[in-house]
Every structure is written in structure tokens, then in C-alpha cells.
């Protein structure tokens, strides 16, 4: 009896705790601000993209950046070569028609364990641009998608998180990516709505260079596979008087491939998850400890319910209803921003799928071995 007890009251503790960060997301993405009027910022701009092995997705995702309505002289392109063993550097050399794009390579030497971070590095040393853009070699944007980012800098800005979304190819598989990836992407924007910064994504983020000199850039955490967003992101939260904002112009979406496998998703979240316990924000981590804690409540009220006592399954469904009810109402809120109603069509199985999958990736990403690229990767 008092066993019941306790556990009721660990799990009532985590309900709420979890409710009361999701209405935090909702207060944040009712902050979001939208710009009235298109400005070109004066600084000049560099595009950054890292890449290897993308053989498949350069002359598309080229294309799609040599179409941008911004003025030529204003940004440049620079696609940095990270030890790719296809002919990806044939493919950019075969295509590119602009002078402002550029191609260089990572010397072996440099920064060996960084990876992505390491490519990042290199191509901010050989950089021109005061603002610096990063993306990944598997996107495709819209002809507005740089001036609409960079429009949300002003004086007192060093960082502008952007939103991502995958590309819909009509499959199941596919469309539960899409709703948990769009969950993430609505999770950071709520959390710079009330300035509480905590993740964004590389695929679409910008930020000035003095500033990431100021903050010794990736100095710190180079021997982390990954984190060259939301870890810069933070840093620059607390070591500066900068503000962080999110772009909420849907002009400035970029798209990006989903995972073709569940081993591929399985592995990048996995590396995503890696690097939560290295956040300088100590209560950001024990914030993401409870987020744990309570996905785990869950399967274990669902276990107890089961196996032991039926009033824990009843604690379970009270639980599951009140957490998809209140997921729903962030959700809806984010995607009439930012996307399109129809990412909310597996709304419920998604929701009985993500239990599972937040527990397992979470434990998984403690050990922080995973494979990337063609990569076997220790963090």
C-alpha cells in the first residue's frame, strides 16, 4: 500500500512537471513575432556547408542555393569538403555556375575527432562574411529562404534559429518523421519565445561571426561529434548580452531528406541524444531529466497496471490522454505558424509510438556510440 503510494506520488509530481513545461512551449510560441517588412542586412554572408558523401543530393540542393533571390555580391557560398570518398566534389565542380561559390576541403590534420564541427570551423576560418549561415548538403529552399532568415537580424541579434521540415513523400514511415521532427522545431521556438533557448537545428540557422569568435566557437566541446547548433546556441545565451530569436516566416522552411531506415532515424536521433548531458545549463539538464523520467513513468505505470494493480492502468490512460491533449494544443499552435495542418494527420500514432521511442534513444544516446555517415562515432 504505501509502495502505491509513493508511486502515485512520483508519478503526479512528473505529470506535472512535463504539463508545465509544455504550457511553457505554448505561453513562448504566443511571443513569436513575425516581421512586417523585408530588409537586407548591410553585413556581407556565408553560406556554410559541410558535406561527405552527398553525392546524391549536391547539385539539387546548389541549385536551389544559387536561386536565391539575394543579391550576388552581398553572400557567398562556401561547400566544405569533409572527407568524402564518392565523387562529391566532381558533382559541385560539374555544376556550379556562380563566382560566389566556393569549395574547399578539410585537411586531415584539423581537428581529426570534431567531424561535422570540424568542417563547420574550417569553413568560418576561410569565411569572408560578418554573418554566418550553416546548412547541410541534403537541403532544398525556397528562392526567398535567405533574405527571409537574415531579415530577423537586428542590432541586438547574434543568433537566428530557423525552421526545418522534411519532405513528404507520402509514406507512413515518413509522416510520423515528419510530426515528431515538426515537434522539435515547435519545442525550440516556443523555448527562444520566452527566452529559455535550449535546442534548434543546423540545417537552417545564422549568426555573427564576432560573436562566435567572442564565445570561442566549438573550442570547448570538440570532442563532441555534434552539438554545432543548439550548444552554440546556448553559449551565446549565457556568455552574452546578444538576443536569440526564431524566424517564424514560412518562406525561410527549409527542407531536408527524412530517414530512409528506421536504423538511419535510429542513429541520428541517437546522436542527437548524445550530446543532452554536456549542456553548460545545468538546469536545462535536470529539466531534460525529468522529461525523461516522466516517458519512463509512463511505461512502468503501463507495466504496473498490467501486471500488478489495474488502478495504475487507470493512472496510465488519465496520464496519456492529459500528455496527448496537451502535446495537440502545442502542436496545433506551432504548425499554424510554421507548417501546414496536414504534418497533424498521425497525430495518435505517432503519440503512442513516441513513448517507446524517447526512452530507448535517450538511454541509447548515454553511451553515445553510433555510426554517421560512413562513420563509427564515440560521441
Known amino acids: 500500500m504505501m509502495s502505491e503510494i ?46 561527405r558523401n552527398e553525392r546524391e543530393n549536391l547539385s539539387e540542393n546548389l541549385r536551389t542555393l544559387e536561386e536565391q533571390n539575394y543579391p550576388k555580391e552581398k553572400f557567398e557560398i ?18 556550379k555556375k556562380g563566382d560566389n561559390v566556393k569549395i574547399i576541403s578539410v585537411p586531415e590534420s584539423f581537428s581529426p575527432n570534431a567531424h561535422k564541427k570540424r568542417a563547420i570551423k574550417f569553413g568560418i576560418e576561410n569565411a569572408a562574411g560578418e554573418i554566418i549561415v550553416t546548412t547541410d548538403a541534403d537541403c532544398i529552399y525556397g ?26 513523400n507520402g509514406k ?17 521556438a516556443g523555448l527562444i519565445g520566452i527566452n529559455k533557448p535550449a535546442i534548434c537545428n543546423a540545417a537552417n540557422i545564422a549568426y555573427r561571426k564576432k560573436v562566435f569568435e567572442e564565445v570561442k566557437g566549438f573550442n570547448d566541446r570538440l ?51 548524445s550530446k543532452g548531458l554536456f549542456y553548460a545549463n545545468k538546469l536545462l539538464i535536470l529539466k531534460l531529466v525529468l522529461i525523461f523520467f516522466f516517458y519512463l513513468s509512463l511505461t512502468i505505470e503501463l507495466l504496473v497496471g498490467i501486471f500488478f494493480s489495474l488502478k495504475f492502468l487507470f493512472v496510465f490512460l488519465i496520464t496519456f490522454f492529459l500528455k496527448a491533449s496537451a502535446e495537440f494544443l502545442v ?49
Not at 10 to 32: E, H, M, Q
Open 6 to 51: 509513493i508511486l502515485s506520488v512520483i508519478f503526479t509530481f512528473l505529470l506535472a512537471y512535463y504539463l508545465f513545461f509544455i504550457s511553457d512551449i505554448f505561453r513562448g510560441l504566443g511571443k513569436l513575432r513575425k516581421k512586417d517588412s523585408c530588409r537586407i542586412p548591410d553585413e556581407y554572408v556565408s553560406v556554410i556547408i559541410p558535406f
Open 78 to 95: 562556401i561547400y566544405v569538403n569533409d572527407s568524402s570518398t564518392d565523387d562529391s566534389v566532381d558533382v559541385l565542380v560539374r555544376n
Open 143 to 168: 528562392k526567398d529562404w535567405l533574405s527571409s532568415l537574415l531579415n530577423y537580424f537586428d542590432v541586438d541579434t547574434a543568433f537566428i534559429s530557423g525552421p526545418v521540415k522534411f519532405k513528404n
Open 172 to 188: 507512413l514511415f515518413n509522416k510520423l518523421q515528419e510530426i515528431e521532427f515538426a515537434g522539435l522545431v515547435i519545442t525550440g
Open 223 to 273: 570532442d563532441l561529434s555534434s552539438g554545432d547548433d543548439e550548444l552554440l546556441m546556448q553559449k551565446i545565451w549565457k556568455e552574452t548580452k546578444y538576443e536569440i530569436r526564431f524566424c517564424t516566416d514560412k518562406k525561410a522552411i527549409v527542407e531536408t531528406a527524412p530517414n530512409y531506415s528506421l536504423i538511419q532515424f535510429y542513429q541520428q536521433r541517437k546522436r542527437w541524444a
Open 331 to 379: 502542436l496545433k499552435r506551432g504548425t499554424n505558424l510554421l507548417f501546414e495542418q496536414e504534418i497533424m494527420q498521425p497525430f495518435i500514432l505517432a503519440e503512442i509510438l513516441h513513448i517507446p521511442y524517447i526512452v530507448i534513444v535517450a538511454i541509447s544516446g548515454l553511451f553515445g556510440n553510433f555510426t554517421w555517415k560512413e562513420r563509427k562515432i564515440s560521441r
